[in-house]
Structures are given as structure tokens and as C-alpha cells.
């Protein structure tokens, strides 16, 4: 398996526009989860979705924040409108388990100017 | 709600000697899992090492190895014979051993900066 893959691995944006980040989890995973990398706050995690069904989104910083997972192999989260403090590396992972080991993806790194 | 406390933000030591790290962490449960990721400048979180805190026996990854203090909650990592691509971003984590009410997911420390000299 070639890993957690997240896509674009770099987003530059213009504040009030709408940012869409991807991610296709490890193959028979059940769970995703969604991290935010900041250097005040560390990383956090904003949701995590089990068998493609949201469990816990109670990181979602805002409204502006949504995140959907329509399969098995495909996750999105979604910005909007996008404002400079959004600006940060967005990871995404994904485990067999809820207390298995997280193999996370390289990260997005989304710039919000 | 659990909390990790890494109070060396950074690091830095000499090729092929050794290394440690501090963590410690607070929480009210008994059981749970403990965590060591490395993150390179490439930004790819990596696990270094894993812990289940019902074991009282130190995990251990070839030059890899904890010291794991239940009673004082504290999980150190010790890199033994450093080597230059050991330079990277540590965190430490702690995952709950019960789901719900928020608990789930990794809860990280802010992350030590090791730097090998050579």
C-alpha cells in the first residue's frame, strides 16, 4: 500500500476563498482522522470519522470547518471561507483500529493570504 | 482532559552518542498507550516507538528505547550511537484507552527539536 495520501501537499489561497483538502486513507482502515499543525498550538486533532461516519468533530475550530468522508477510500476537508489563521499544515491519518497505530499522510500545507 | 508536557524544545548532540528526550503527560485513566513520532523536515509523521501502559517492560526499536514511569507519568526516549539522520522534530503522544466525550485521537506534545552534530 503507498501509505495515507493527502492532496494538494502545498495550497496557497486568498482569504475568503474556499479550500477543499483530500485525503485516500491505507486500504481496509477503518478509521480517518483530521489534524491541524500550528506552532502555537501544536497538533490537534479537529475530527475523526469511523467506517466513513463522523464521531467526533468537537475540534472543529469553527462553522467554517466541514468535513465529509463519502467512501471507504476518500476524505475531504473543506474551508469557507478560508481566513489567514487557517494557515497551517493540515494532516490526515488513518488506523485499523481506534487504538492501533496512525500512519499519517505528508501533510498539506495551506497558506492563506 | 489529558495533557503532554515536553520541556525541551530542543536538543542537540553529538554523532553516535546518546540522546534523551523528556515527556510527561497527565491524565486520570490506568490504561492507555503512549507514543514517540519523529517528524523530518519532509513534514511525514513517523512512529519511532510504542508503549502500553500495562506493560511494565520498556519498549524498544533497535537504537530506539523508553523509559516508561507509570507511577511519576513520565515516557522518555533514549536514541543510543545518534546517527545524523536522526535529526528531526519528536513528539511524544498519548492515546486513551476509552473512546468518547472528546477523549479520542492523539493528544501531542509540543515537541523537542534534535539536532545531531557531526
Known amino acids: 500500500d503507498a501509505g495515507v495520501i493527502q492532496s494538494p501537499r502545498h495550497e496557497v489561497t486568498e482569504m475568503g476563498q474556499e479550500v477543499t483538502l483530500r485525503c485516500k486513507p491505507i486500504s481496509g482502515h477503518d478509521y480517518l482522522f483530521w489534524y491541524r499543525q500550528t506552532m502555537m498550538r501544536g497538533l490537534e486533532l479537529l475530527i475523526y470519522f469511523n467506517n466513513n461516519v463522523p464521531i467526533d468533530d468537537s475540534g472543529m475550530p469553527e462553522d467554517r470547518f466541514s468535513a465529509k468522508m463519502p467512501n471507504a477510500s476518500f476524505s475531504t476537508l473543506k474551508i469557507q471561507p478560508s481566513e489567514p489563521r487557517d494557515s497551517a499544515v493540515y494532516f490526515c491519518?488513518?488506523?485499523?483500529?481506534?487504538?492501533?497505530?496512525?500512519?499519517f499522510g505528508q501533510g498539506t500545507r495551506l497558506t492563506v493570504v | 482532559a489529558q495533557t503532554v508536557t515536553q520541556s525541551q524544545p530542543e536538543m542537540s548532540v553529538q554523532e553516535a552518542e546518546t540522546v534523551t528526550l523528556s515527556c510527561t503527560y497527565d491524565?486520570?485513566?490506568?490504561?492507555?498507550?503512549l507514543f514517540w513520532y519523529k517528524q523530518p523536515p519532509s513534514r511525514q509523521m513517523i512512529l519511532v516507538i510504542r508503549q502500553e501502559a500495562y506493560k511494565q517492560q520498556n519498549a524498544t526499536e533497535n537504537r530506539f528505547s523508553v523509559n516508561f514511569q507509570k507511577a511519576a507519568k513520565s515516557f522518555s526516549l533514549k536514541i543510543s550511537d545518534s546517527q545524523l539522520g536522526d535529526a528531526a522534530m519528536y513528539f511524544c503522544?498519548?492515546?486513551?484507552?476509552?473512546?468518547?466525550?472528546?477523549?479520542?485521537?492523539?493528544?501531542f506534545g509540543k515537541g523537542t527539536h534534535l539536532i545531531i552534530q557531526p
Open positions: 491519518a488513518s488506523s485499523l483500529g481506534i487504538h492501533t497505530e496512525a500512519f
Open positions: 491524565t486520570s485513566e490506568s490504561d492507555y498507550y
Open positions: 503522544a498519548y492515546l486513551g484507552m476509552y473512546s468518547g466525550g472528546g477523549a479520542d485521537g492523539l493528544t
